[in-house]
């Protein structure tokens, strides 16, 4: 063993170039950033989506018909699902948890119970919103649609 033999331990080392420290370094003067301009200069930050002057993206593609800030949107369950989720498990009350727990929807999902499929079983359920068709079915049968 000799000084020819010695290295830093590992990890003692980062491998990449220190800018800004002097000429010496080979990437002093203007620090990689080029002469002049905007983005030579401290705090320069460019808007999002900026194309360097260039008609933007965002602008050049056309635009039509109306989105509604305040849509909200449901996440739909038939009620065959319900069905077969409370035959499974012998269950007589479907809340959003139980839903939740079937992976059937996820925890900021609003739930919207929909018509389609046919219920045998009395079942409660409990969702944000029910289907004309959905809440008729499920009344029929003497069980309740309750709202959340």
Known sequence: MDLSNLTPAKGSTKNRKRIARGQGSGRGGTSTRGHKGAKSRSGYSKKIGFEGGQMSLTRRVPKFGFKNR???EYKPINLSVI???ATDKNLELIT???LREASLVAKNDKVKILGNGEITKKVTVHAHAF???A?????K???EAVLI
């Open 83 to 85: 069905e077969k989720l």
């Open 131 to 133: 289907s004309k068709s």
């Open 135 to 139: 809440k008729e079915a499920i009344e």
């Open 70 to 72: 305040n849509r909200v």
């Open 141 to 143: 049968l003497g069980a």
């Open 96 to 98: 959003f948890e139980i």
